[in-house]
């Protein structure tokens, strides 16, 4: 595994969208398929956003999230990675946020992410 995906990053690399910053595009397009993770959460967050119109894909949610699965590691929750969600520098409550930005601590995998506070935090290495 070469580095673990926030949210928008997977979304942004699935539609190609100019959004993505150039460091994570450039590491994502060097990536063979299934070097690149996502945390589970991540499947529920799509989902959620899925659900709330924010997102919309040419499959529907089900083929979506299936499609993820397919392309990308999925990484479990685990105990270590769901205590350490809410002890980390984040001033978010997010719990998307918090367990995305545990699962990349405990795995030591670099995030693909735009999100200022994780970014700010200092408490892993990220790449935008």
């Known amino acids: 595994m070469k580095a673990l995906l926030d949210t928008h990053a ?18 994502a397009e ?28 040419k499959l529907p949610l089900g083929g979506t999230l299936q499609q ?7 990484l479990p929750i685990n105990a270590t990675i769901a205590a350490d969600a809410y002890t980390l520098p984040l001033p978010q409550a997010d719990p998307f946020d918090r367990v995305i930005t545990a699962t990349a601590k405990y ?5 693909l992410t735009r999100d200022q506070h994780i970014t700010d935090s200092c408490c892993i290495e990220t790449i935008w």
């Not at 959460?41 to 709330?52: G, K, N, R, V, Y």
């Not at 993820?68 to 999925?74: A, K, L, P, Q, S």
């Open 68 to 74: 993820v699965e397919r392309n990308f590691i999925v």
């Open 30 to 57: 060097s990536c063979r398929q299934n070097e690149l993770a996502v945390s589970n959460i991540t499947l529920l967050e799509i989902a959620m956003l899925w659900q709330q119109g924010r997102i919309s894909t």
């Open 10 to 27: 997977l979304i942004w690399i699935a539609e190609d969208d100019d959004r993505l910053g150039p460091k994570a595009r450039t590491l």
């Open 107 to 111: 795995h030591k995998l670099p995030l």
